[in-house]
């Protein structure tokens, strides 16, 4: 594959170079060229949430390369928090240059109006967009236009706790399961042992096997919620059959994986930016393919893709884009791979093969699990979406509880986000 494309810039070009001067120089009649050099630039970097980007992954991935290429380019990590999330930096007119944010946060950050299509600049740059999978471009295009760049693919898969199957001994899990095989299993790793409730199997969120199928959560074009379909109603069982499994009563499921350690299994996006921290160092685990349904078999959820992009705002587009350009490099995504176990979205196969080569963490680990499923398409969630998945979590503990039939559910979670819905088309 042809490596990341170079961007050099001559005199003339943006970027804050300066002229050439003549001097004359220590031997008499010669004269002596300054090279132009570009004047310093300093961004400011912001993600999402802290896990987007560590900050030692942020000196890895950004800050070392840009030293060896770009030495004239600095970027200031601003930690998201009291005070300083995107909200509050668009209200006090202080938004960083750069942005990193997941398909989940794509409304939030064009609602707050600082998204830019980048496709011009893309284009004026010569951005070579062939390294990348082409999924994953066509699912990150809104209307044809590109307001990021991936970086990162948070795949899923199951993580499992190998201490406790070794513990009740149960088989560990196998790539390939269906919904039906883990409820089996879950089934043998919930238990009260050691004045310790042990629960077996947990998923995300609580509309996360509807997104696994594919079910639209509204009608884009009846701006209506399209919940109450038999799809849906396939997915809230299934959900409630391992929720309702003695003793795996629904909790938190990752803090309940790594730091509680009373959950044999998580169905989970990439943990290992986080697994890799030292308070989770002793923690015995290893991964299998996402579990899926036996009439999808072998298809995920869709891959959460972590994306980096320039706000409308900044007065140095050029060099932001040159730090997107250098962080999506062959070159960068390799140390990104081998060092921080983010999977890429570059078409490369040696950067999906060395996932994990440089981390002792996950050394022996099955990391070709994350590959053993093929992800359902994403979907970049509009704020109709968001009302439905709100509306979703208000009622499905109920029915859970066996207060309500699934059909019930779905007709007060379409009446509920129906109208959230109008709500916000009235706005």
Sequence with gaps: MALAAQIAFAAGCSGGQTGGTSEPSEKSGETVTKTNVPEPVKLKFQPVGAGYLYEDDFQLLMVEPLKKKYPHITVEYVMPGKGTMIDDLVAAKDVPDLLIYGIGNYTQYRDLGILTDITPLLNKMKIDLGRFKPWVLDNI????????????????????????????????????????????????????????????????????????????????????????????????????????????????????????????????????????????????WDVAGYPSFKEKPNIAPPVDLHQITISNSTKHPEEAMQVIDLLTSEEVQLISARSTGRASPLLNKRVEQELGADMELIKGKNVTAFFDTQPAPNVMFANEDIAVQRSIEKFYKEYSGGSMDVNVLMQKIGEDANQAISVLNNK
Excluded: C
Excluded at 165 to 190: A, C, H, N, Q
Excluded at 195 to 215: A, E, I, R, V
Excluded at 239 to 248: E, S, V
Excluded at 275 to 283: A, F, N, V
């Design 141 to 284: 295009k809104v209307d044809g236009k590109l307001y990021s760049l991936p970086y990162a693919m948070n795949t899923n898969a199951i993580y499992y706790n190998l201490d406790l199957f070794d513990k009740f001994g149960v088989p560990y899990p196998k790539s390939g399961m269906t919904w039906d095989d883990i409820l089996e299993v879950t089934k043998r790793l919930s238990r009260f042992e050691d004045n310790t409730q042990y629960k077996g199997f947990m998923y995300l969120n609580s509309y996360w096997l509807g997104y696994q199928l594919s079910l639209p959560f509204t009608d884009a074009a009846k701006k209506k919620s399209m919940i109450h379909t038999d799809g849906w109603s396939r997915a809230f069982q299934m959900m409630k059959a391992i929720d309702t499994i003695p003793g795996n009563e629904r909790g938190s499921p990752v803090a309940d994986f790594y730091d509680k350690r009373n959950l044999a299994m998580v169905g989970a996006y990439n943990l290992i930016p986080t697994l890799k921290q030292e308070k989770y160092r002793t923690l015995r």
